[in-house]
């Protein structure tokens, strides 16, 4: 008979080839768990995005807005700038072939989405992870053989109010995979749209890079009584006439105005949008953005949509809670398993799916405790001692109209200016609290503001001491969609630098970033307010601020997953949500249980 030592080494043996087998199935692909399904498709994005790179070797800097005027970048910056490029390739229309008719092109109606079964495992449990096969078909009904088209998609379970972001992985062959962690027990339903197809995706490709007349900006020169209207933007062709430069000297953010005939440069009085550019598409073109046809309707399953999750299971199905061990050792087999291939290293591990809504709220899964600030009393008490600078669009006024609607102490100031455009003071002198909101600089598409009010945003947090009792909020993407994204890489460039210099003099303070969200897609919107747009911009700006001593609120994925219609300015619940995963980061150990199911 062996004795217990040497049984005890046998068993170590047995474990230590149990957990080498699991990883492997994992890394080949098999028994994918949602956790370690991001490491893999993260590996797969990066290993297509290397593929890419390697067909783009004659890439060269280029500048579609004002190439005439454009600052140079340093070496260092056109690195970072080609990189984040082609980070957001996205798939293109097959090569060489003419433009499709409308009937060639994505129907979503036609389309259908699979929920895949397991002969092996039949039913799903909590910490499993649903996948949902989607095949995109065209108007006639035939397979469509290229990717490229953008879906949203969700789980959710009315009953629980509960609801989860999927996330969608493109075949470039018209099939795609979703997949969604299952997070709660019970009924739940799958929700796939087709927000635009391909072949829009195309048009769209070609607006942002080419037409950056999309948006007109104006600004008014005004001395004494006598004014003069001219044509203003990040670029302007210099046929017209001579140009007023009123480049930021601080920053280097470009923007430009027409010379008035009459008046001189320094006249200049207010800042304004001069209205959208029309007959943007061929007649063919138009027909590939028609609401209720080919643009954010659902796409329908093929048998049910519905599926009951079942209390997590005992045993090796499920992976325990805390894995950041685990996934450091997937991410290890996964490396060697590319060794081979004279790969490089890919990014680290991360979670693709930042929360899920439960009971009506937000539960994030990178261990930060979710507080649920309901009352004046809650948010006044995380806030006392607090200087609070919101900086940033309208969707991050919300956040300031929010705090002023649930903060009865608050004095706020009228300072004189546009109701909507601020900026906006707030101060509770009781409980020693500051809010302070202002707009970013240029491009506003806004009414009329003084252009003495236009701050970029940099400038703003140069002008910040900070401290441990500083917070600073920012959101800046829905008024760079007209752009190409050159234009928005150059200026998360300025405010990123400006972030490093402020946690350098002051490491406590506080900086929170929302990233952008889905919106509603009204006849004509998409051609200057695309969610697809918008979801390239978050894809930049979470590599620029990666690594950085910052937190996000995924604004993206809680739209999403929420039940509430997609807005440009989410709804109050949405809202709510977000401030309260900001609160929660300044006050995390106020904030109120928030476990899991």
């Known amino acids: 008979m062996m004795s217990l030592k040497v049984w005890k080494y046998v068993l170590s043996i047995l474990i230590l080839f149990g957990i080498i087998s699991l990883l492997y199935n994992i890394a080949i692909g098999k028994n994918w768990n949602y956790n370690t399904v991001s490491v893999l498709d993260e590996v797969q994005t990066w290993s297509r995005s290397s593929r ?67 002969k092996i495992k039949p039913s ?245 405790p979710m507080g649920q600030f309901n009352d004046s009393s809650a948010i006044t008490q995380c806030l006392t001692n607090k200087s609070v600078y919101l900086y940033g669009d309208s969707t991050m006024r919300q956040w300031y109209e929010y705090f002023s609607s649930m903060l009865p102490d608050l004095k706020k100031f009228y300072l004189g200016k546009p109701i909507k455009l601020g900026p906006f003071l707030a101060v509770d002198t009781k409980h020693n609290m500051l809010l302070w909101y202002r707009i970013h600089g240029p491009p506003m598409r806004t009414q009329w503001v003084m252009s003495n009010d236009l701050r970029y945003i940099a400038n703003e947090l140069d002008g910040l001491t900070g401290s441990r009792d500083t917070v600073v909020a920012l959101s800046i993407w829905a008024h760079f969609t007209t752009l190409p994204v050159e234009v928005y890489i150059n200026r998360l460039r300025d405010i990123r630098k400006a972030v490093v210099r402020l946690l350098n003099r002051a490491p406590g303070t506080l900086v929170v970033i929302r990233t952008a969200n889905p919106q509603s897609l009204e006849q004509d919107v998409s051609l200057y307010n695309s969610d697809w747009f918008s979801l390239q911009q978050d894809m930049v700006l979470r590599a620029m601020f990666k690594g950085l001593n910052v937190r996000f609120v995924d604004a993206w994925q809680m739209v999403v997953a929420h039940h509430e219609p997609h807005n440009l300015h989410p709804l109050r619940p949405i809202v709510k949500t977000m401030v309260d995963m900001m609160l929660s980061y300044i006050c995390p150990h106020r904030s109120s249980n928030n476990v899991g199911i």
């Open 124 to 368: 799903w449990y909590v910490g499993d992870q649903l996948e949902v096969q989607i095949q995109l078909r065209d108007f006639k009904g035939q397979p469509k053989r290229y990717g490229g088209d953008l879906l949203l998609a969700r789980l959710h379970s009315p009953k629980y109010e509960a609801g989860v972001a999927g996330q969608v992985l493109d075949h470039e062959n018209g099939l795609y995979t979703v997949r969604f962690p299952l997070l709660w027990e019970g009924s739940a339903q799958v929700d796939v749209m087709m927000v635009h197809s391909s072949e829009a995706i195309a048009v769209l490709r070609r607006l942002r890079d080419h037409r950056l007349d999309r948006v007109r900006f104006t600004s008014t020169f005004r001395q004494g009584d006598q004014s003069e209207k001219m044509m203003c933007h990040i670029c302007l062709p210099p046929e017209p006439g001579p140009i007023c430069n009123f480049t930021d000297v601080r920053t280097g953010e470009p923007w430009y105005c027409y010379k008035p005939k009459m008046l001189s440069c320094d006249t200049r009085y207010n800042h304004a949008m001069g209205g959208y550019a029309i007959d943007l598409l061929t007649d063919e073109e138009t027909l590939l953005f028609q609401n209720g046809k080919n643009v954010k309707v659902p796409i329908q399953a093929s048998t049910m949509d519905t599926i009951n999750v079942l209390p997590s299971s005992k045993g090796t199905a499920n992976l325990p809670t805390d894995t950041s061990a685990f996934y450091f050792l997937i991410h290890i087999i996964v490396l060697v398993i590319n060794v081979d291939k004279g790969s490089q290293k890919p990014d680290p591990v991360k979670l693709a799916t930042s929360g899920y809504y439960y009971q009506g709220s937000w539960r994030p899964l990178d261990g930060v």
């Open 52 to 118: 890419l790179s390697e067909r783009l070797l004659t890439f060269q800097q280029y500048h579609t807005y004002c190439p005439h005027l454009a600052k140079p970048l340093s070496l260092e910056d056109e690195v970072e700038e080609r990189k984040l490029l082609n980070s957001i390739i996205w798939p293109q229309l097959p090569s060489g072939s003419a433009p499709p008719s409308l009937l060639q092109t994505s129907d979503p109606v036609h389309s259908r989405f699979t929920i895949v079964t397991s």
